[in-house]
């Protein structure tokens, strides 16, 4: 078995991953051809990646152009602990007011601390809808690695 298959995370834990973590890195590819990173907010919707961006933003007319990115979501503080998960997915921008507003609220529950509430804080939210865009990252292969698990097969190996 080789080292990539003793680090390769279950879905389950994948899920998990992206559940605790708070920043995916979205890089798109520039006008010059040049990678275009950001780091975003997200959801996961049904094991994918969703963010929601400004209309005018330079991700939406990197994808506009060439719909292909990496996601990277990663955690840990030294190399034994590092886990990541990165995906190579196809961008689907979604436009549609009312599932704007839907990813909206999402992201407002979980970086907000919970659901919008005020009729002044959905106001806010509405406002801000329109002038942004949904954007559905569909995985066309997904890498994980977890090296907690080498270091745990490498102490079970001196056993």
Request: aromatic share 6%.
């Amino acid at each position: 078995m080789s080292s990539r298959d003793l680090i390769r995370m279950s879905e389950e834990e994948r899920l998990a991953l992206l559940d605790s973590e708070r920043v995916v890195i979205v890089t798109s590819l520039g006008p010059r051809g040049w990678p275009h990173s950001m780091p975003m907010w997200f959801v996961v919707r049904e094991g994918e990646v969703w963010i929601w961006t400004y209309g005018s933003s330079q991700k939406v007319r990197n994808l506009e152009r060439d719909p292909r990115v990496t996601l990277l979501v990663e955690a840990g503080e030294s190399y034994e602990e590092l886990r990541g998960v990165m995906v190579e997915a196809e961008a689907e921008l979604v436009t549609d007011a009312e599932q704007v507003v839907a990813l909206g609220r999402e992201l407002g529950a979980r970086y907000g601390g919970g659901a919008v509430e005020t009729p002044e804080a959905e106001e806010a939210l509405l406002r801000q809808a329109r002038k942004r865009v949904a954007i559905r990252f569909v995985p066309r292969r997904t890498v994980t690695w977890d090296h907690r698990k080498l270091a745990a097969a490498t102490n079970q190996k001196g056993d």
